[in-house]
């Protein structure tokens, strides 16, 4: 049994619901005396007054009975008018949640609602709400789940057309599915649904009860009937591929063994699936429910989606030594550098003997002086005295560069004569006087240049960098690859001598070898990973695959400017529409650049602090100008199209903008912590609308209908007028919702 206040279901025969209190035994006299239809009436019947009839000798009244018939229609009318807003046929239907428990809205514009069921859920994450409500594709049922955990939740429905407000009756079109279920299920075309379990156990619900289909599911794919595959594997590079009919689910057939990744699904009888091969390539399958499994390709190594049509790449058996396409000019070099040894480094080493006016200058060999050692004329250093000698002044200025390690200089005529002229000046005037300013050198021994001998040995482990990155180039043969454009179980070759490749959102880039014309210096190599990879062949032409098939080349001003770019860690290049690109540093620049006829052309920079929020078609919407207030980020919204730059809306907040079917978008524009946000409207032209602040959630109806949640209560807005609908409410769900063309956010 279910409580008839709050949904719980409970043993049958509780007196109290475990959960709310509400007093059962009372609730089911209540019930039995209406059903009896009050004191002295006939069990089962209730009594009516029929407009139609007067009693035996009265005349009847025409406009009574006009009047009776026109509360009648008015009754018919309003009866169908809640069932169309409950759900019914094409009609839409609201639900919210509130104080931990579901209300089903049976009247928006009055603000009537009926509790489903408690949603008795401690904790709630913001991604989760949304997941927590859905409503059936064919309007006759509410899924939602109850007592959520942070990770699994119980599954229930309810039949919410046949709901009424506070009746015990409503028990039985509520029912508990599945417990332990993840959040996110299925539907399929005819309103059943597919759902996993906390274990990943796949599970098919017909409406009537739930049926295992496999465990350890990767994941599942279906056209929307009943036919599923789906990917089981406790690792995610050996899974099996599974079919199985939803009208049989006891029986189910193996497809393929040994199964990474399923990359083409929409057709079930055309499945291309990929098998990861021992040397970091794949192996590329064709298979399907009534088809025998069919290797396409051996060796693939790249893959993208582009348009409708998928690319991959696969080396053809061909191969290029890598060492033919660098430019060496270092080899000759480095074979002359031997291994350094520091004894050749040794250097003499010396010591340094005052001379005096007696000495011989002609017995002693070669004479040294110092502007920095003490010298006996002073009895102090020429540079500690320069400030009281004019000479001695002039003598550290021109003399101090010339000094060895040891500080000393060699005495040349010219240094002697400068020596004489201060002796002459500052002396007693005694023959041989200048040489007590000088000394005699004597080697004492010899040391290590080690300054000399870490320089040299830092240059040998260099050449041996580059020797080990010269081996491994000429040892390294790079695999010439093919590219083909898959579609419908066939292959089609799009060039058969490609170097590298390299995948980017919406588009494929790769090199081949008669592009290839220069020649890469080591150095690049040797300052990047070491080893030949795309990024060091681009500098050449660089072939792209764009959003409509084209097949064109990268001008050499597009490619000097993509290399620039990449050479930030944050880099990224992503297709624009049919013929463009737009390209990121990671910095905020922002260039665009389209393709004319076979080429790209140049990027053009459209902003040099933006950050990319989404792409529709051919709009790029961009944030301009992001800044930071009071721990919110804000920015000015703008929209790049035919090759114009328009700013929609200044200072809203980054993240949480919506651009609907009518390209209108919804966007919070303020922000109060604790409070809310908020919400503004803004058309194609960038003009605004003010709808409430506070927000915390919004739904768009239609184009004239939104719900959305102000300080806690639900509001209803139809583009002129607000009205309350509920109080205390946390997030609001739609039957019926206009599609988000785009969620233009950035993280």
Known sequence: MFCPKCGTQLPDGSKFCSFCGANLSRTAVAVQEIQDGGEGAEPGLVPVSDPGFAPAGKRIDAKKIVLAVLALVVILVIFFGIRALLGGGSGNAYAYLADGRYELITNLKEGESIQIASARSDVYGT????????????????????KYDGSTASLC???????????????????????NVRLGFEFLENGTLLYQNADDTLYYYDGKE???????VVNYYTEGTDRLIYLS????DDCSLYSVNLKETDKKTKLASNCAEVLDADDLNCILYAKDDDDGTASIYLGGIDRDEEKLLDRATDMAFIGDDIYLSAQNGETLNAYSLVEDDLAAQDAAVTQPMASDFAVPKYRYYQLYSSDDPSTVGEIYTSCTKSVYFFHDSIEDCNSSYTLCTAFVAKYKSQENADGYLLVTSEVQQDLMNM????GQGYAGEWLEFCFQRSQSGTTVDYDAYEAALSEWN???TRNAIREG???EDIPIQTVYRYEDGTLTEVNNQVLGTESVAGSLMFITTDAFTGKIPIEQIIAGSGTLDFSDLNGDAINLILGDGTLCTMSSSAAATYADVMDNMYGNLSALGDKGLYLTDGDGELYVAYAEGSVLGSFSLVSDDAHVLGVDGDALYYADGVYLNNDTYFCDLCVYEDGTSTRLAQDIVLGEMNLYSDDVILAYAGYREGSGYELVMINAKGEQTYIAEDVTQYVRVDDSTLLYISDGDLYYYNG???KLVETGVDMVWSRNAMEIKEDLNWF
């Open 473 to 475: 180039l000429q040892d």
């Open 210 to 216: 739930a049926v295992q289909l496999g465990k350890d």
């Open 157 to 179: 429905r309810a039949e919410y057309k046949k709901l009424k407000k506070d009746s015990v009756k409503n028990d039985k079109y509520i029912e508990i599915i599945a417990t």
């Open 462 to 464: 260099d050449v041996q």
């Open 720 to 722: 002129k007028e607000k």
């Open 423 to 426: 002796a002459s000046q500052y």
């Open 127 to 146: 991604s989760a709400y949304d997941s927590l409500l859905t409503f059936s594709p064919d309007g006759k049922y509410i899924y939602y789940y109850t």
């Open 233 to 236: 594997g406790t690792s995610w």
